[in-house]
């Protein structure tokens, strides 16, 4: 026991209420656990849908290969066409990485591979990294929220 300004503290607590405080952290646990699950997931979706939104389309193909799915212990954003990449970046001396880094992917890389490899210049028209950089905010906006309500 402690002394606080002259009162005494009494601290204990039943088994009971110690029970019942672990069944409720446990389930909060729980709950928190499939509430990021979900968001994450509909996070993965809303990348999705920003960048099928934002792609330029010639074919649709490229729109076609935009895909978010579950994998293990996640999910994934995805678009497969082999020149997802060029169309992103752009290519020669227009090579644009800004939305790329500011994910943190190294700049340096990106360049290496899509700058003075080509002979044409290609300007970019992102639509993948400028979706996740978008999803990402409103995933981090929600979950402020969220955040704010729980501990209210």
């Known amino acids: 026991m402690g002394r606080v300004k002259g009162f005494k503290l009494d601290m204990s607590i039943s088994q009971s209420d110690f029970n019942l405080l672990n069944k409720k952290l446990n389930k909060l646990k ?7 699950d979900l968001a994450l997931r509909d996070t993965a979706k809303k990348m999705e849908e920003i960048a099928k939104s ?4 010639d074919t649709g193909k490229l729109k076609q290969s935009i895909s978010s799915s579950s994998v293990s212990g996640g999910y994934e954003f995805t ?3 082999k ?3 060029y169309i ?9 990485v ?4 500011k994910l943190g992917v190294p700049p340096s890389l990106i360049k290496q591979i899509f700058q003075g490899k080509r002979k044409h210049n290609m300007h970019p028209q992102p639509f993948f990294y400028s ?4 999803a990402f905010q409103m995933l981090k906006t929600k979950l402020e ?8």
């Not at 934002?54 to 389309?57: A, D």
């Not at 992103?88 to 644009?96: A, I, K, P, R």
């Not at 979706?131 to 978008?134: D, F």
Request: zero cysteines; charged letters at 35%.
């Open 30 to 36: 729980r709950e928190s656990k499939t509430g990021l």
């Open 54 to 57: 934002r792609v330029v389309v």
């Open 79 to 81: 678009a497969t066409k």
């Open 83 to 85: 020149y997802a990449p």
């Open 88 to 96: 992103e970046f752009g290519t020669g001396g227009l090579v644009d």
């Open 98 to 101: 800004e939305d790329a880094a």
């Open 131 to 134: 979706s996740a950089r978008m």
């Open 145 to 152: 929220t969220d955040y704010k309500r729980f501990v209210r």
